[in-house]
């Protein structure tokens, strides 16, 4: 058997199959897959844009959108722009802010939710009713409330944050297995172990889970915020407003490619930004990782 | 005949007309009515009956994960739960082995079963983990020290979580099912290693179990439960003597004692099955 599977590839080696033979090496099926997928979807965007020149009336949708290759030249003139780097660096500040302080809330609170019932009984109700108001419905209430403009994105940040947090503290906590917690006190485990050994690391994957999700809607909720508010105090044309306000100012301003690079930003953004918290959880739970 | 290997003096367990029933008023369901059984030093009692007769019951009033209604459970004299003990106490004194198993997930192999001296302030960390070391080398578990429980197979699992029970010197081991996912040839070996375990230790062991072959193999006695509400309807001497190894199986007696047993307990596994119990 295995001299057959070694004999196979000196069987076929042709130049056509060698260039299969380092596709297949270097790159593996689904990212081949992903690559061919993004490529056409480009060709398509490319060809429907140009829709008006070569059918003599544009496309509804794909006409009206900025041809790739403007949004490429947009992109690399913006990349000198220091203006955009500080709406990225704007809405990178905002997003982290409010996203630690989601965090640093919404977990403790979702712990003694979960703990105490009686607490539970008392304030699952009023939080289930604020809970369906989205964020960006507080956006004028808060801006009445904070005293600047800052601290009212930050907070609208937070509730979308929190809310997702929460949730799945209680969950993650109402799934924890009852037996281990008998066993843990069978064996002479105190509450204080139980809580630190047993239902603090047993509520991780699930502040993982609230984590990866609320990150996403960080993002979501950082970029209306910014649009609807004006993007923070002292925000011009091209600067300090964050990404949100960046690509309203360039709708604003007619710059249309422009808004796709400040779209495709904050899709890098919420990307990458996603990967980082989930490496950071499979760091805090590394039992997750088993195959 | 029946030959009690070497035992601590410790773990003997007296059960007293407990009584124990769920539900709210107007709508109990009796879980145990009126049980007594007394399970001497350094016993294997292998607990047999229909599904949801309430053997688990039993077994979670034994180890105190909840009060009982009626009579008294002891342990060497000790009363655990009854008159002037309304409160069930729960102990590392006996320890459950659960079905599915209840190793923390989070925590290496070592660390699960270094727990329980840790968290009761008998040893250091370190010494902890140094017994927990030697445990697992004379279990034959080295190697898997650093792995989390979920890397193990489900039976060498169930053998950690033992180990985990045993470092705690408890007088008593209550097992549920413990190997009842485990496939044929797993759950053989796994039976040579409990009771290798046992003799050494001479612990008393509270086994639940449906498996027929497995409670004559390992225990003393086979007590077969009534349907709910849960009584010892008969219970049987095991006569085959310690330590067994598994050729017992093929023997005359063994077969002698399964046809008897089992006819017992389809008696009871019918008349459950005729009043719909359900796992429970």
Redesign the interface.
Known sequence: MAEAATAAPLGRARPYDLAQWIAERFVDRSKRRAIVALAAALALWEIGADSGAWLGAPLPVLGAVPAPHAVLAAFAKLLHDSGYWQSWAASLLRVAFGFVAALAVGVPFGLVLASYSAFRGAAFPVFELLRPIPPLAWVPASIIFWPTQELSIAFVIFLGGFYTMVLNVVGGADALDRRLIQSARSMGASRVTIFQRLILPGVLPSIGVGMEIAIGVTWEVVVAAEMISGGGSGASASSGGGLGFFIWNSYVGGAYPDIVVGMISIGIAGYVSSALVRRAVIRLAPWLKRK | MNVRPIHNGRGAIDIADVVKSYGSIGSDVLAVDRCSLSIPSGEICMIVGPSGCGKTTLLNAI???HDIDGGAITLDGRTLCGPGRPQAS???D???V?QNG?L????NNLDNIA??PV??KRLTKKEAREKARLLMADAGLSGYEDN?P??LSSGLQRRVEIL?ALI?EPAVLLLDEPYRALDALSKSIMHEALLETYYRTGVTIFFITHDLEEAIFLGHRVVVMTSRPCRPKKIFNIDIPHPRRYDVLTSQRFRELAAEISATVDEEAIKAFTLGDREG
């Open positions: 180890a105190g994960f729960i102990g590392s006996r320890i459950v659960f209840a923390f997930p989070w925590m727990f329980g968290v009761q989390y979920g890397e985990r705690n």
